[in-house]
Every structure is written in C-alpha cells, then in structure tokens.
C-alpha cells in the first residue's frame, strides 16, 4: 500500500471513530492532529513508536462506559493515559489505539475529614492530591519525582511507589476504594473506603498494579494521615556499596527513617551540571546515601552517623538544619532521571529483598563491568527498599537502535540473576512494553496462565491495553 494509502485509511478510521463517538462526545473532546497523537499516545520512554489513532478526553463515568462499550463493539482497542510519565511504556499507543486520556476528569470530589478520606477522579495529579491534604491539615504521603505531572489513576494502575516507601508503604497502601470501568463495560465498586472487609475477594487489589489491562479507573477513594514533623535530611560519602547496607541497619536500629535513597558520584555530577549546582560537600567517593528523618530524632540520627564514621562505612557528610537545606539536598536525588534524560538511557529497574541487595550488588557490578565496559552506567534507587536502578547512557555517537540491541541482550543475564535471588525485573515502573517479553524471569509459568485467565474475565475481546504486560505471541512464559 502507497504511503498516501496509508493515511487514507487512517483518515477515514478517525472520521469513523468521530461519527461513532458523537453522540456522546464533543468535538473538543477529540484529538486527531498529529502533534497530539505525538504528545498524548506515549510516556518518558522514547524508544517505542507512537501512533494512536485518535485521543478521546471523556470528562465522566458515563461516557468512559460508552467509550468501552463502543470499543467493544466496533472493534477498537483502549490505551489509558494519565501524566504519562510512565517509564515502562504501559500507555503508549503504538497500534492505533484510541488512547482514553483522563486529564479532564481532573476534581477532587469529595472529602470526608473523620473518615480522611478524598475521593478522586482518576487524572487528579499527585501534587494536586498533596495540596489538598495539606489544605486540610493532612498529608499525602506517597511521593516521586514526577509528583507534579504524574495523575492518581495512573499511579494506582502501576501500584508506583517512590522515595518513601520504607514508612509509608506503595500507592496499594493509600487505596480505601476503587470505581473502574471493565474492559466489558461493567462500572466495578471495589471496597468503599472500608478498613475492616472480610467478604471475599478484594477486586481492589487485582485493579492495582494492572497497567488498564483489566478496565479503566475512574474514581479513586484515597487515604490521607496525619502530617508527620518536620524532616531533616542528611546526605553520606560511601566508599562501597556493601557499606550502604550497614549504614542502613545502624540508623534503623536507633530511629525511623522515611527515605534511605542512593546515587553514584557519577549520578551527582550530572544533576550538578544540569542545574547548575555547586557540589555540597567536597568529599568525593564513588557513592552517596540520602538520609531522611523526623527533625525530633536529629541528635541519634548525629549518633548514629558518628557510629558508622567509626566503622569506616561513612567517609563525610552533610546535614539539613532548614526545610530549604532538605529540599536542596533532595535535589541531588530527584534530578537524576530529568539530567540522563538526553542520554536515551537503557533503563532497569529491578528488586530483590533488602537482604539480598549486598549480594545482588556484586552480580550486578560483575555483569556491568563485564558487559558495559565502553558505556556509561547511572546508578541510583530506593535501597531501603531493595529497588534499584541501573540506567545505561547511549554513547552520543551510537546509534539508538543499536544501542537498544547492545542492553537488550544483556537483559537476560542480569534478569537471570535476578530470578536466581527471587527478585523482580520490574519493582516500581510497571511492565508495560518494555518488560513483557521478560515476565518469566519474575512470574513462574503458572503464574502468567492465571493472569491471563483473570484478564480474560474482565476483558473478554482485549480491547484494554493490548500488548501490555503480555507479550501478543506468548512468549513471555516461553
Ligand atoms: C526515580 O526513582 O526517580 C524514578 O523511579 C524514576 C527513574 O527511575 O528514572
Ligand atoms: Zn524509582
């Protein structure tokens, strides 16, 4: 077919989608110029190719049913789409989808202050959500550097976490209640704010993690707490990886800790040059660690450090006195993934049990020293936590598809090592696209056949997401 052909057809498929959708859209509730099918039918990832067939912006409940009961009907698939900051590919529409942006069903429609509960629609934005619990002398506790593009309902599909898991747990942790449009077009209520609910199973928590394989949400029932105090923040010289866990059992030992973050000197440096910051302390060793802590425990936060100076796991560091200095000192942290962002990094993000993560460490040194020589590793995580990640910069002077080809085939030497510590290849950005093909190194056989049974069950035709999670021919089990 002539490229003329082509766009032919395209054309008349979105003048057929306009004409089916009418009667319950607006014009302005549809995008078709290119530069919005560019924008709106992909994530950070910039490796896929993007190429919706139309963006469909329904502002409630009703019309995202009409829009699954069509797409049933007429044989369109759905890409949901929320702050697309997604890293994993999980909504980019390379296939002529429809992809179903929520950025109009944007409002915090209610909020119960003796249940602490607000009731979201799904394109609400994080930061938005965290003003909001502010607002009303509360706190929102799950954070990440895309907080103030990344939306509600795209959090809970990806279950995302962030830098504070280690206290206040993963987005699943904040979920009172769920509605979601199936992908057969039923509307789902799964719990409805309830602490205490032993009546079988708890749809809620198939819904989280699912990517929009399984149905669009729609409205989110959150939790909020009690603001904690006031954090300092301290950030240490490390001269050896193994040491990271040490210093993490002696804080832990004396005090809680709200974030234990690390990154490379390598990591520092390009968000120092990116911003244009000075470097904090003059120290250099090959790795930091970023500490955060309530103001209250500052002085056995001192002792503690004291303590690992004394073990020789801690070369120097540095300390907040001021909310302006923590936030200064979180920069270092939260402008990695926007200062390798011109570098296409090869991104792996990746788990085992903090346990395992000395170990695990050393694999994975032996694989990056063995396998990437010649190319520049970013490494930086939540090691609380036992995430980390290992982004793999593209030389300015190869080219992106070969470069693409060099990660990939590492991948299943570093996953193989993953599945040998009972690790995960995916900890917090989702499979989507990127990591399908490698389900098998995290989920047995068994496993991946009932996930397939469950999507089946809630989204007979697969109009929800296809391609995501699993891959189309199968082989993600092979
Ligand atoms: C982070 O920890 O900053 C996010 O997961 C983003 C990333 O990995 O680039
Ligand atoms: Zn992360």
Redesign the pocket.
Same mark, same amino acid.
């Given at each position: 077919m002539t490229l003329s052909g082509k766009v032919s057809k395209t054309k008349r498929d979105q003048d057929q989608f306009v004409r089916h959708t009418e009667t319950f859209l607006s014009q302005e509730q549809i995008k078709l110029a290119r530069d919005d099918l560019d924008y709106w039918g992909r994530d950070w990832t910039r490796s896929f190719e993007v190429a919706p067939l139309a963006i469909a912006f329904p502002t409630s409940t009703e019309q995202v049913v009409e829009l699954v009961q069509l797409a049933n009907a007429e044989g369109y698939r759905l890409v949901p789409s929320g702050g697309r900051t997604g890293?994993s590919g999980g909504c980019v529409a390379s296939n002529h989808e429809v992809v179903v942006s929520f950025d109009r069903m944007n409002r915090i429609l209610g909020f119960n202050s003796v249940d602490r509960l607000v009731l979201c629609q799904a394109g609400v934005v994080t930061a938005q959500l965290q003003q909001f619990a502010v607002e009303q002398g509360l706190f929102y506790p799950v954070d990440?550097?895309?907080s103030g593009s990344s939306q509600i309902g795209g959090n809970i599909a990806t279950n995302a976490g962030?830098?504070r898991v280690i206290r206040y747990g993963l987005t699943r942790d904040w979920v009172a209640g769920l509605k979601v449009v199936t992908g057969n077009g039923d509307v789902v209520v799964a719990n409805q704010g309830l602490i205490k609910n032993a009546t079988g199973y708890d749809l809620r928590h198939l819904f989280i993690g699912s990517e929009g394989t399984l149905g669009l949400i729609v409205e989110a029932e959150m939790q909020l707490r009690a603001p904690p105090e006031p954090h300092r923040v301290m950030v240490v010289c490390v001269t050896s990886l193994n040491d990271l866990l040490s210093i993490l059992q002696c804080f832990q030992h004396s005090l809680q800790l709200s974030a234990f973050e690390f990154f490379s000197d390598f990591a520092m440096s390009k968000v120092l040059n990116h911003r244009g910051l000075d470097r904090p302390f003059s120290t250099v060793t090959k790795y930091y660690a970023l500490l955060e802590y309530d103001e209250s425990d500052a002085d056995v936060a001192t002792q503690a450090f004291s303590e690992c100076v004394k073990n020789g796991w801690i070369v120097d560091g540095v300390l907040s006195h001021s909310t302006l200095q923590s936030e200064r000192l979180w920069e270092l942290? &939260?402008g990695?993934?926007e200062s390798i962002a011109a570098d296409s990094p090869y991104?792996n &993000?990746i788990s085992v049990r903090i346990s395992e993560v000395p170990g695990f460490l050393d694999d994975v040194g032996s694989v990056v020293e063995k396998h990437y020589p010649d190319l520049e590793v970013c490494w930086?995580?939540?090691i609380g936590d036992g995430n980390l990640?290992l982004?793999i910069l593209k030389p300015p002077d190869l080219e992106i598809s070969e470069f693409q080809d060099r990660c990939r085939a590492i991948n299943p030497l570093l996953f193989e090592l993953i599945q040998k510590r009972g690790g995960s290849i995916s900890a917090?950005?989702g499979v989507g696209l990127l990591k399908r093909d490698y389900l098998r190194f995290s989920r047995s056989k068994g496993e991946i056949e009932r996930m397939k049974a469950i999507k089946d069950a809630f989204d007979p035709n697969g109009i929800m997401n296809p391609g995501k999670i699993f891959a189309p021919n199968g082989d993600e089990s092979a």
């Amino acid at each position: 077919m002539t490229l003329s052909g082509k766009v032919s057809k395209t054309k008349r498929d979105q003048d057929q989608f306009v004409r089916h959708t009418e009667t319950f859209l607006s014009q302005e509730q549809i995008k078709l110029a290119r530069d919005d099918l560019d924008y709106w039918g992909r994530d950070w990832t910039r490796s896929f190719e993007v190429a919706p067939l139309a963006i469909a912006f329904p502002t409630s409940t009703e019309q995202v049913v009409e829009l699954v009961q069509l797409a049933n009907a007429e044989g369109y698939r759905l890409v949901p789409s929320g702050g697309r900051t997604g890293l994993s590919g999980g909504c980019v529409a390379s296939n002529h989808e429809v992809v179903v942006s929520f950025d109009r069903m944007n409002r915090i429609l209610g909020f119960n202050s003796v249940d602490r509960l607000v009731l979201c629609q799904a394109g609400v934005v994080t930061a938005q959500l965290q003003q909001f619990a502010v607002e009303q002398g509360l706190f929102y506790p799950v954070d990440f550097a895309s907080s103030g593009s990344s939306q509600i309902g795209g959090n809970i599909a990806t279950n995302a976490g962030g830098i504070r898991v280690i206290r206040y747990g993963l987005t699943r942790d904040w979920v009172a209640g769920l509605k979601v449009v199936t992908g057969n077009g039923d509307v789902v209520v799964a719990n409805q704010g309830l602490i205490k609910n032993a009546t079988g199973y708890d749809l809620r928590h198939l819904f989280i993690g699912s990517e929009g394989t399984l149905g669009l949400i729609v409205e989110a029932e959150m939790q909020l707490r009690a603001p904690p105090e006031p954090h300092r923040v301290m950030v240490v010289c490390v001269t050896s990886l193994n040491d990271l866990l040490s210093i993490l059992q002696c804080f832990q030992h004396s005090l809680q800790l709200s974030a234990f973050e690390f990154f490379s000197d390598f990591a520092m440096s390009k968000v120092l040059n990116h911003r244009g910051l000075d470097r904090p302390f003059s120290t250099v060793t090959k790795y930091y660690a970023l500490l955060e802590y309530d103001e209250s425990d500052a002085d056995v936060a001192t002792q503690a450090f004291s303590e690992c100076v004394k073990n020789g796991w801690i070369v120097d560091g540095v300390l907040s006195h001021s909310t302006l200095q923590s936030e200064r000192l979180w920069e270092l942290r &939260d402008g990695i993934t926007e200062s390798i962002a011109a570098d296409s990094p090869y991104k792996n &993000d990746i788990s085992v049990r903090i346990s395992e993560v000395p170990g695990f460490l050393d694999d994975v040194g032996s694989v990056v020293e063995k396998h990437y020589p010649d190319l520049e590793v970013c490494w930086f995580g939540h090691i609380g936590d036992g995430n980390l990640h290992l982004n793999i910069l593209k030389p300015p002077d190869l080219e992106i598809s070969e470069f693409q080809d060099r990660c990939r085939a590492i991948n299943p030497l570093l996953f193989e090592l993953i599945q040998k510590r009972g690790g995960s290849i995916s900890a917090e950005h989702g499979v989507g696209l990127l990591k399908r093909d490698y389900l098998r190194f995290s989920r047995s056989k068994g496993e991946i056949e009932r996930m397939k049974a469950i999507k089946d069950a809630f989204d007979p035709n697969g109009i929800m997401n296809p391609g995501k999670i699993f891959a189309p021919n199968g082989d993600e089990s092979a």
